[in-house]
Structure formats: structure tokens, C-alpha cells
């Protein structure tokens, strides 16, 4: 059966640690801005932690909520590129062809969550950085757009990997960068058309949203939330 | 007082004769603009797009904005020369030669500024529907697909429409001439002699141009509405905004008509050809699309307060009450409220009304799409990945560089083509409203170049 991949974000066992966007950037070949650069709003980062805070001193709350590319299946992004570099995978992912792409960046304006970001410059790693760039994963040069792939590099390399052998793939072989760093396992991926996956499991938790489902957009990222800050910390 | 039909040919030719001084200091002005920009782009080439102030979320700025100014600019022309001819309005005569002119130098701007702000502009052919080694076409379903169908097949429509009613005066050129300027003219003017099967023939050609130009126009700005109004972006899904952008484009089109014919009419001495009345007309015609500007923006503006969807509201009011609040007034101010009186009032519908009333729809307009693009990029549907925008040195000077292009492209124009019609000013000399009677083969007259009027 063909795989339908998808994550869940638990928004009440996010800690706002930041730890998945470090690994990120570190599979995926993610340059850092620097600090001019991101003052300048040109910070680049496939996965972010959005802090928002509620109330008034001395009692604000402050939520985190990790936003992604939610790999839509009806996805704004798709559509508007003149070129197929924002392409829908058999697999169900908003992948992005970097070599198809000529940088007109109508995705990035058509995505309502923010989560394509353009290469202004060549990308550059500070020392020793340079030093643990990921083989598997391609680096982009000026003037394309790259966006969360959901390590497509990993999936590939464990369906190849089972095949091989001749095998099913099983639910937790592997996992996203931002998951495995996950410590209070907050990000859970996995296949969506395995009924018995955790992250199927999870999906149907009476806890889940979608992040801006209101539009229409069939995100395969649900966002499992109970409720108030206090619920999640003492519930 | 007429001028006969030798002083026409005597006036309307003597631009392409003689120059001022003044002329060529104008033509290294604009050159030197234009060198600018290129050297900016350049620059830009060298060391990535960055140089740019573009950021995330605000991924369009002033390149998308300058796009949307020029194109709807050159609704100027075609559309408006059209519809005069169609409708048979006689006191067009002086008035289309310039403004099909704007219409094919602004589409050419138009068209060149997206090239500039894609990020590899080197790869920008992969636009164009051919066989290629990447087997795979362009995606159709992309709004700028359709903006490059669109914006080319206006280019060539409206480049066709200027030259086709060029060709007679090209012969007279030809004929007034010698040397290599007469064999260069020869070409220009496909062998015209005249004859009545000549006159016919350009007649109905013009007027297939004349009917077809219009939808391709009304489509162009359309289209070109639609790259912002098919995603789902707060404040630009919205259905209004392809007729929102046709009544935009017609309204900064006829500003930047009447300013060139000012300009023309003060510099090569047309005050027999270009009229008060000319001025008074195209005032009425900018009048009318000032009302309808107000119209949509209002229609615009009311629905999305009264939907008071979150997401749109929060780009209403950063538009209209926080940071680019006083943009959006001046905007209001230089389209409506300082435009309104000048030209409703006659006696201030004066070629000196029209021109300031032009000059403050054409800044109106322009701050109208820039404040459709950045103002909606910046405040989407996540406050925590909101964001502004400011433009950088070299963005302004790409944009000092497209008006420095125009500039220096009409200057040429009127270098090589005679800014005003000439067979069409004499045709207007003729009995009968001008309807010149020709003697065909057969012997019996017939009426040629012109319907009834």
C-alpha cells in the first residue's frame, strides 16, 4: 500500500526547546542567517517554534507552537508555480524541485503558513559548520526556494532499505530529524495510511486541530491541544 | 484656424528632422537612468537577490509593484485609442499615435521587470511552452503562465496596433527624405503607394486590431489581478479585483497620456494639434475612472470590513490606520480628493489642471499597488511570522531606471515616428467630416478610411 506520510505536533508536550529546529538545520543542510540577516527577516528556518503569550504581567501565559510545512494535500503552494518546482509527490508531499525552480516565489506568498523561504544569497556556514553538511541532502544556491521536506532523504533511504529486504516498512523504523530530537515527544511522524501507526493513532485523538484548516488547505500535520496552559502542565 | 495639409506634413515631420540641444541633454538624461538600473541589476546578478529588501514573509516589493504600475500604464494607449476609433470619435486624431506609443513601451517595461526579480532570471525562458530536455511544460495552472501568454500576446497586439496606422506617415517619410534614412523608411512603410485597395485594406486591418485589442487589454490587467487574487491570502481573494485592476490600469493609463501630450505638445511645439479640447476630453474620461476608482476601492474595502474575518482585518487596519496609514491616505488624497475638483470644475479642466491632476494619479496609482502587494505579504494568517518591508537602493534604482527607459524610449519614438497621425490630421481637413471619396477601378466612388461620422 502506498504511504501517506504525516506528523502530529503535540502542543501540550512541547517545551519550546528548540531542539528540532537545531536538527533541522543540521540534516538538512540549513545555512544559519546570521544576525543582520535575520534582523533583516531573511532568518530561515524548515521548522520554528512560534511563541505567543497571553495575559498580563505578573500572569502571562506564553504558548509554543511548532510550525512546519503542514504538506497539504490541497496545498496553495502547488498550483501557482509556472514551473512544476512545487510539485505533489505520489506520497502525498509538497516537495519542491530545486532544479525546476527559477524563483518567481508566488509559493511562498501563496502559503498561509509561512513555511518557504527564498536564498537570497548563496548559502555559507560559519566555521566548523561546513564541516557536517549532510551527503544526503543537496545544498541550494541563490535564488530558488526550499521549504520542510519531511526528510524525504530519510523516507527514501528506508523504503529502498525495505525493499532490499524485502519487507514491509515498519511504523517507527524511522523518523523526521525534528522528531528523533524531540525529548518530550512532541513531534510524532509516520505513515498516515498504516490504521495501527502511532501517528494514525494519534491523528483521531479528540485533541486534534488543524493549524488553519478553516481554508481548506487538508494539512497532513495535526495538532493535538487540550486546552489551557494549566491542563497541560498539571492535567 | 486649421493648418492645411502642407503645414501638417511641415510641423508633424520636423521633430524627426531637426533637434534641440535640449533634446539630447533630455535623451542622456533618460540614458543615463536606464545605464543606472542596469548597472544595479548587475550588481544584483553578482551578488544575489539579497541585495534586495525583500525578507520572508514579504517576498514581493517594489519589483511586483512597478510591474503592475507599468503594465496598467500602458492601458493608456491601446485601449483608449481603440475605443475612440471604434466609436468614431473625431477629436482622437492627435491623440493615438501617443498613446499606442506608451502602450508598447510600457508593456515592454512591464514585461522586462519580472525577468529582473525572479531569482534566476537566466532561466526565465523556461516560461515559454517548448520541447525541452526537462520534458515538461510550463504548469497552465499558474496565474503567471497566464500573465506571460497574456503580457505577450499584448506586446505583439499592441506593437501591431501602433504600426499598422504608422505605415502611411512611414511613406511620407520615405518620400520627404533621402539617403539611407529613405531606404530604412522604405522598409518601415511595406512598399505603401496609397491606392485605394491600400486604404482599404489598412482600414480593415485596423479595424480587426481595433476589435480585438480590447479583450486582450481587459484580459491582460485581469490576469494580472489574478496572480494576486487566486491564492488565498487575506485581502487579495477577493473577486473584485480583475475589474478592480482593469478600471486601476485605464485610470493611470489616461494620467500618463495626458502628461506625454503636455510634455509633447510644450516641447515640439504641437499647440495647433494637441487642444485645449484634448485635454478637456481625456480630463472628463479621468474624471470618470477617478469616481469608479473611488467606487471599487470603497465596494473593496467596506465588504472586507463588514466580513471582519481576523486575518483580513488585520491587514485593513495596518493599511489604513497603522503602518502604512499614511500611504494609503496619500493614496485617497492623490486619486480622489485632489483629481475630483480640478477636473469636475471646467473652468480648472485646463491642460494645466489635467496635467496636476495626472501627476497625482499617476503617484496615486502607483502607491495603490504598493499597497495591495506588501501591506497583505506582510500580516498573513500567523502574527509570529508577520513582517514589513523596506526597499533597498538598489530596488529604487531599478525603478528610477524603468521611468528613465520610457523616457528614453519615447524620446527616440518621437525621433523616428511622427508623434501625431499625419494622413489621419489631414484626412480630418477633408469635407464631409472626413470622409475622404476615392475613385476605385470600376469607376464608382467609394469611401474609404473612415465609416459616417
Given at each position: 500500500m502506498a504511504h501517506k506520510w504525516g506528523m502530529v505536533v503535540d502542543l501540550d508536550r512541547c517545551t519550546g526547546c528548540e531542539a528540532c529546529v537545531v536538527a533541522c538545520h543540521a540534516e538538512n543542510n540549513i545555512p544559519?542567517?546570521?544576525?543582520?540577516?535575520?534582523?533583516?527577516?531573511?532568518?530561515?528556518?524548515?521548522?520554528?517554534?512560534?511563541?505567543?503569550?497571553?495575559?498580563?504581567?505578573?500572569?502571562?501565559?506564553i504558548r509554543f507552537q511548532p510550525v512546519l510545512c503542514q504538506q497539504c494535500d490541497e496545498a496553495p503552494c502547488e498550483p501557482v508555480c509556472p514551473t512544476y518546482a512545487s510539485y505533489h509527490s505520489p506520497e502525498g508531499l509538497n516537495s519542491q524541485i530545486y532544479n525546476r525552480c527559477i524563483g518567481t516565489r508566488f509559493c511562498a506568498n501563496a502559503c498561509p503558513y509561512n513555511v518557504r523561504f527564498f536564498n537570497y544569497y548563496n548559502p555559507t556556514w560559519d566555521m566548523p559548520l561546513q564541516l557536517q553538511l549532510n551527503p544526503d541532502v543537496s545544498v541550494r544556491s541563490v535564488g530558488i526556494m526550499e521549504k520542510c521536506t519531511f526528510c524525504v532523504q530519510r523516507i527514501k533511504s528506508a523504503e529502498i532499505q525495505a525493499e532490499?529486504?524485502?519487507?514491509?516498512?515498519?511504523?517507527?523504523?524511522?523518523?523526521?530529524?525534528?522528531?528523533?530530537?524531540?525529548?518530550?515527544?512532541?513531534?510524532?511522524?509516520?505513515?498516515?495510511?498504516?490504521?495501527?501507526?502511532?501517528?494514525?493513532?494519534?491523528?483521531?485523538?479528540?485533541?486534534?486541530?488543524?493549524?488553519?484548516?478553516?481554508?481548506?488547505?487538508?494539512?497532513?500535520?495535526?495538532?493535538?491541544?487540550?486546552?489551557?496552559?494549566?491542563?497541560?502542565t498539571h492535567g | 484656424m486649421q493648418p492645411t495639409a502642407e503645414q501638417i506634413e511641415q510641423d508633424l515631420l520636423r521633430p524627426l528632422f531637426h533637434s534641440s540641444g535640449k533634446y539630447w541633454v533630455a535623451v542622456a538624461l533618460a540614458a543615463t537612468l536606464l545605464l543606472a538600473g542596469v548597472a544595479a541589476f548587475g550588481y544584483q546578478l553578482y551578488a544575489g537577490i539579497g541585495v534586495w529588501?525583500?525578507?520572508?514573509?514579504?517576498?514581493?516589493?517594489?519589483?511586483?509593484?512597478?510591474?503592475?504600475?507599468?503594465?496598467?500604464?500602458?492601458?493608456?494607449?491601446?485601449?483608449?485609442?481603440?475605443?475612440?476609433?471604434?466609436t468614431n470619435a473625431t477629436w482622437r486624431r492627435p491623440v493615438t499615435?501617443?498613446?499606442?506609443?506608451?502602450?508598447?513601451?510600457?508593456?515592454?517595461?512591464?514585461?522586462?521587470?519580472?525577468?529582473?526579480?525572479?531569482?534566476?532570471?537566466?532561466?526565465?525562458?523556461?516560461?515559454?511552452?517548448?520541447?525541452?530536455?526537462?520534458?515538461?511544460?510550463?504548469?497552465?495552472?499558474?496565474?503567471?503562465?497566464?500573465?506571460?501568454?497574456?503580457?505577450?500576446?499584448?506586446?505583439?497586439g499592441s506593437t501591431t496596433f501602433l504600426y499598422l496606422p504608422t505605415i502611411p506617415d512611414f511613406a511620407t517619410v520615405r518620400d520627404a527624405s533621402t539617403g539611407l534614412r529613405r531606404k530604412i523608411y522604405r522598409i518601415l512603410a511595406l512598399g505603401w503607394q496609397g491606392t485605394p485597395r491600400q486604404w482599404q485594406r489598412l482600414e480593415t486591418a485596423m479595424f480587426i486590431m481595433?476589435?480585438?485589442?480590447?479583450?486582450?487589454?481587459?484580459?491582460?490587467?485581469?490576469?494580472?489581478?489574478?496572480?494576486?487574487?487566486?491564492?488565498?491570502?487575506?485581502?487579495?481573494?477577493?473577486?473584485?479585483?480583475?475589474?478592480?485592476?482593469?478600471?486601476?490600469?485605464?485610470?493611470?493609463?489616461?494620467?500618463?497620456?495626458?502628461?506625454?501630450?503636455?510634455?509633447?505638445?510644450?516641447?515640439?511645439?504641437?499647440?495647433?494639434?494637441?487642444?485645449?479640447?484634448?485635454?478637456?476630453?481625456?480630463?472628463?474620461?479621468?474624471l470618470t475612472m477617478s469616481l469608479l476608482w473611488f467606487?471599487?476601492?470603497?465596494?473593496?474595502?467596506?465588504?472586507?470590513?463588514?466580513?471582519?474575518?481576523?486575518?483580513?482585518?488585520?491587514?485593513?487596519w495596518e493599511s489604513i490606520r497603522k503602518q502604512?496609514?499614511?500611504?494609503?491616505?496619500?493614496?485617497?488624497?492623490?486619486?480622489?480628493?485632489?483629481?475630483?475638483?480640478?477636473?469636475?470644475?471646467?473652468?480648472?479642466?485646463?491642460?494645466?489642471?489635467?496635467?496636476?491632476?495626472?501627476c497625482t494619479v499617476v503617484v496615486g496609482m502607483w502607491l495603490e499597488r504598493f499597497l495591495i502587494v506588501v501591506p497583505a505579504l506582510g500580516h498573513k494568517f500567523l502574527p509570529y511570522s508577520w513582517g514589513?518591508?523596506?526597499?533597498?537602493?538598489?530596488?529604487?534604482?531599478?525603478?528610477?531606471?524603468?521611468?528613465?527607459?520610457?523616457?528614453?524610449?519615447?524620446?527616440?519614438?518621437?525621433?523616428?515616428?511622427?508623434?501625431?497621425?499625419?494622413?489621419?490630421?489631414k484626412v480630418g481637413l477633408q469635407p464631409h467630416g472626413g470622409v475622404p471619396v476615392v475613385a476605385s477601378a470600376d469607376g464608382k466612388h467609394e469611401v474609404v478610411l473612415e465609416g459616417p461620422q
Open positions: 544559519t542567517a546570521g544576525e543582520d540577516q535575520a534582523a533583516r527577516g531573511r532568518a530561515k528556518h524548515w521548522i520554528r517554534v512560534e511563541r505567543y503569550w497571553e495575559g498580563d504581567f505578573p500572569n502571562p501565559r532490499a529486504e524485502k519487507r514491509e516498512l515498519k511504523d517507527g523504523e524511522f523518523t523526521t530529524a525534528c522528531a528523533q530530537s524531540c525529548a518530550s515527544r512532541a513531534l510524532v511522524f509516520g505513515d498516515l495510511n498504516d490504521p495501527n501507526s502511532e501517528v494514525s493513532r494519534l491523528s483521531s485523538s479528540n485533541r486534534g486541530t488543524k493549524l488553519l484548516g478553516e481554508l481548506g488547505t487538508k494539512p497532513n500535520v495535526t495538532y493535538l491541544e487540550r486546552g489551557t496552559w494549566e491542563d497541560a | 529588501g525583500l525578507n520572508s514573509p514579504v517576498f514581493w516589493g517594489f519589483d511586483i509593484t512597478n510591474f503592475v504600475f507599468w503594465i496598467g500604464i500602458s492601458h493608456a494607449g491601446t485601449l483608449i485609442s481603440a475605443i475612440l476609433r471604434l499615435r501617443c498613446a499606442e506609443a506608451i502602450t508598447v513601451f510600457s508593456v515592454l517595461i512591464g514585461a522586462i521587470i519580472p525577468l529582473c526579480h525572479i531569482g534566476r532570471p537566466w532561466l526565465g525562458f523556461w516560461m515559454i511552452p517548448y520541447p525541452n530536455e526537462r520534458h515538461i511544460w510550463p504548469n497552465f495552472r499558474s496565474p503567471l503562465a497566464w500573465d506571460f501568454f497574456a503580457i505577450s500576446t499584448y506586446l505583439t481595433a476589435v480585438v485589442i480590447v479583450p486582450v487589454a481587459v484580459s491582460v490587467h485581469t490576469i494580472v489581478s489574478w496572480d494576486f487574487a487566486m491564492t488565498p491570502v487575506p485581502m487579495w481573494h477577493s473577486s473584485i479585483f480583475g475589474p478592480y485592476f482593469v478600471a486601476g490600469a485605464i485610470f493611470s493609463g489616461i494620467a500618463a497620456l495626458i502628461l506625454a501630450m503636455a510634455l509633447l505638445r510644450k516641447f515640439l511645439h504641437l499647440e495647433e494639434y494637441l487642444r485645449p479640447i484634448h485635454f478637456q476630453n481625456l480630463g472628463k474620461l479621468l467606487y471599487f476601492t470603497f465596494a473593496e474595502r467596506l465588504t472586507a470590513w463588514y466580513g471582519n474575518s481576523p486575518p483580513e482585518m488585520a491587514v485593513f502604512f496609514a499614511p500611504l494609503f491616505w496619500t493614496m485617497v488624497v492623490c486619486n480622489f480628493i485632489i483629481p475630483v475638483p480640478i477636473l469636475a470644475i471646467k473652468r480648472f479642466r485646463t491642460i494645466t489642471g489635467t496635467a496636476i491632476a495626472s514589513t518591508y523596506r526597499p533597498t537602493w538598489v530596488e529604487v534604482t531599478l525603478m528610477a531606471s524603468s521611468f528613465g527607459m520610457m523616457a528614453l524610449l519615447y524620446l527616440l519614438f518621437s525621433k523616428f515616428v511622427p508623434m501625431i497621425s499625419i494622413w489621419e490630421m
